[in-house]
């Protein structure tokens, strides 16, 4: 399995924004279908968004127009832009990339609350 290093989590207001990041090897990400998922607790992992190689992105139709997804092939990095967040939002958001072999972040917390 391919490591993937993510960052970004934290505690916000609702309203507010965060910004996530994962890292991959330069390898993995240039053949990789790169997508954000999200777990709470008790509940199954959901795909929250998903971007292919060529940019092709794809969303959760709870986080549409809030969320946005994104990669920059320089830095082999993907984004997960999160704004006008939700207490509804609260999960561990795991980084995903799929291509010949599936790799997985090692998940980072996202809380949302007052």
């Known amino acids: 399995q391919v490591q993937l290093v993510e960052s970004g989590g934290g505690l916000v207001q609702p309203g507010g924004s965060l910004r996530l990041s994962c890292s991959a090897s330069?390898?993995?990400?240039?053949?990789?279908?790169m997508s954000w998922y999200r777990q709470a607790p008790g509940q199954e992992r959901e795909l929250v968004a998903s971007?292919?190689?060529?940019?092709?992105?794809n969303y959760a139709g709870s986080v549409k127009g809030r969320f946005t997804i994104s990669r920059d092939n320089a830095k082999n990095t993907v984004y997960l832009q999160m704004n006008s967040l939700k207490p509804e939002d609260t999960a561990v958001y795991y980084c995903?990339?799929?291509?010949?072999?599936?790799?997985w972040g090692q998940g980072t917390q996202v809380t949302v609350s007052s």
């Open positions: 971007i292919t190689i060529a940019g092709t992105t």
């Open positions: 995903n990339a799929k291509g010949t072999s599936e790799s």
């Open positions: 330069r390898f993995t990400f240039s053949i990789s279908f």
